[in-house]
């Protein structure tokens, strides 16, 4: 399995608090993604990230903060929590196959409840 | 704006029976498509990936086909299990290091 980590696995947090997610690889793989996933909307890219210090966002990422300071680490940060970014997010990773192609790797996902 | 779609959105089968699955891409400027498993409440689980250049990978009972010229890729569970019920959700990746977009996936419940 590919070393990817998510921290924390569940957070329950008030309106307008700031909160930051953690997404850790060991595979020492270039790019990285932040995912929501909601019912009726699957899963959608909210920022992603194709080196230190280089990130860009995705279709939902009002109100979404990234940042990669490390190639193991990506870090999303909610600015001002509100209810509708209660989901259950994804962190993933992509990277070269030595068969050829490239292929993704997701964390197992945090779930964030916004009180 | 590439778009995903799978059919069908549901399937319930009894143990034992071969199944096809169905993924269909609007735009055939893809690099890869990948098809995942989700099982509830956990992460994706990669299934098979097929390179662009590629027209079918295997994995055991599992056979993913791809046509890029008609956008379209199958999967096909042989002899389904129990173990097997899970959502399936297929991916498309543009050029490298690009986004993945993922269909809104199947799911797929196999009875005893």
């Known amino acids: 399995d590919a070393g990817i980590t998510q921290s924390p696995r569940h957070k329950v947090t008030e309106t307008g608090t700031p909160v930051t997610l953690r997404c850790h690889q060991t595979?020492?793989?270039?790019?990285m993604y932040w995912y929501r996933q909601d019912p009726g909307h699957g899963l959608r890219l909210i920022h992603y990230?194709?080196?230190?210090?280089?990130?860009d966002k995705g279709e939902v990422s009002d109100g979404y903060s990234v940042s990669r300071s490390k190639t193991e680490d990506f870090l999303l940060t909610l600015e001002s929590a509100t209810s509708s970014q209660t989901s259950v997010y994804f962190c993933?990773?992509?990277?070269?196959?030595?068969?050829?192609?490239?292929?993704?790797?997701f964390g197992q996902g945090t779930r964030l409840t916004v009180v | 704006k590439q778009e995903v779609t799978q059919i069908p959105a549901a399937l319930s089968v009894p143990e034992g029976e071969n199944l096809v699955l169905n993924c269909s891409f609007t735009d055939s400027a893809i690099y890869n498509l990948q098809w995942f498993r989700q099982d509830p409440g956990k992460g994706l689980t990669s299934l098979l990936l097929?390179?662009?250049?590629?027209r079918e990978q295997t994995s055991g009972r599992l056979n993913a086909s791809l046509d890029k010229s008609s956008g379209r890729s199958t999967l096909y569970i042989a002899a389904s299990q129990p173990g097997d019920s899970a959502t399936y959700l297929c991916?498309?990746?543009?050029?490298?290091?690009?986004?993945?977009?993922f269909g809104p996936g199947t799911r797929l419940s196999v009875l005893p």
């Open positions: 595979e020492n793989h270039r790019y």
């Open positions: 097929i390179q662009s250049s590629q």
């Open positions: 991916a498309v990746t543009g050029n490298y290091g690009q986004n993945f977009v």
């Open positions: 990230s194709y080196g230190v210090k280089d990130t």
């Open positions: 993933a990773i992509m990277g070269p196959r030595d068969t050829g192609g490239t292929e993704a790797f």
